[in-house]
T-cell receptor, first 112, second 112 residues
C-alpha cells in the first residue's frame, strides 16, 4: 500500500510565486526523497533528506523534514513555467532501502 | 551517457497475448525495479531485484513475471493473467544502499 501522501493533489500558481507541497508518511524512515515527473516521462530525483536532517537546499528547492510529525515539505521558490510537473515524495520501507514507496503526487501547474 | 533505456516507448497488444517490456541499464547498479503507474496516480511496485538471478514480488506482482539473468537487464512480462494491463510502466535502478532511484522514460502499454 502507498505510505506517502502528498498534499495538495493539484496546485496552480503564477510564474514567480513560490510553490509548497507537503508529504506525510506512516512508518519510521532513514531518509525521504523527492522526485519530479514531466508528463509522459520517467521520474527524476530532486533531493534526498536523511532522518537526522531538518532542512536541505538545492538551488531553488528547499526541503524540510519533521520526523515527529512524519511529514516533509518541498518548497520551490520563484517558480517558472518549466517547473510544471508532478512531484512525488518517496520513502524506503526497510532499513536496507531496497523498497521505495511513492505517494500519489502533487500536480503543479505554473502559469506564465 | 549512463542511464536506463526502456523500449519500446509505446506498445499495443490484443487481449490474451503476453508481452515483454525491455529495461537495460549501464549504470552498473545491482538493484532494479518495475513500477506501474495509472493515470493521475502514484507508482506501485511490481517486482524488484537486488542482485542477478534473484528477484522479489512487489505490491502488485500478480499477472506479471520477470527475470534477471544479467546485471544490465530486467525484462518484465505482462501475462494474459493480468486483468487490467493497460498502464504506464517504469523501470528504475539503484546503486548503493539508500541512494535514489534512476528511472527510464517508461513504456506505455495499451491492451485492447
Amino acid at each position: 500500500s502507498q505510505q506517502g501522501e502528498e498534499d495538495p493533489q493539484a496546485l496552480s500558481i503564477q510564474e514567480g510565486e513560490n510553490a509548497t507541497m507537503n508529504c506525510s508518511y506512516k512508518t519510521s524512515i532513514n531518509n525521504l526523497q523527492w522526485y519530479r515527473q514531466n508528463s509522459g516521462r520517467g521520474l527524476v530525483h530532486l533531493i534526498l533528506i536523511r532522518s537526522n536532517e531538518r532542512e536541505k537546499h538545492s538551488g531553488r528547492l528547499r526541503v524540510t523534514l519533521d520526523t515527529s510529525k512524519k511529514s516533509s515539505s518541498l518548497l520551490i521558490t520563484a517558480s517558472r513555467a518549466a517547473d510544471t510537473a508532478s512531484y512525488f515524495c518517496a520513502n524506503p520501507q526497510e532499513t536496507s532501502g531496497s523498497r521505495l514507496t511513492f505517494g500519489e503526487g502533487t500536480q503543479l501547474t505554473v502559469n506564465p | 551517457d549512463g542511464g536506463i533505456t526502456q523500449s519500446p516507448k509505446y506498445l499495443f497488444r490484443k487481449e490474451g497475448q503476453n508481452v515483454t517490456l525491455s529495461c537495460e541499464q549501464n549504470l552498473n547498479h545491482d538493484a532494479m525495479y518495475w513500477y506501474r503507474q495509472d493515470p493521475g496516480q502514484g507508482l506501485r511496485l511490481i517486482y524488484y531485484s537486488q542482485i542477478v538471478n534473484d528477484f522479489q514480488k512487489g505490491d502488485i506482482a500478480e499477472g506479471y513475471s520477470v527475470s534477471r539473468e544479467k546485471k544490465e537487464s530486467f525484462p518484465l512480462t505482462v501475462t494474459s493473467a493480468q486483468k487490467n494491463p493497460t498502464a504506464f510502466y517504469l523501470c528504475a535502478s539503484k546503486g548503493q544502499l539508500n541512494s535514489p532511484l534512476h528511472f527510464g522514460n517508461g513504456t506505455r502499454l495499451t491492451v485492447t
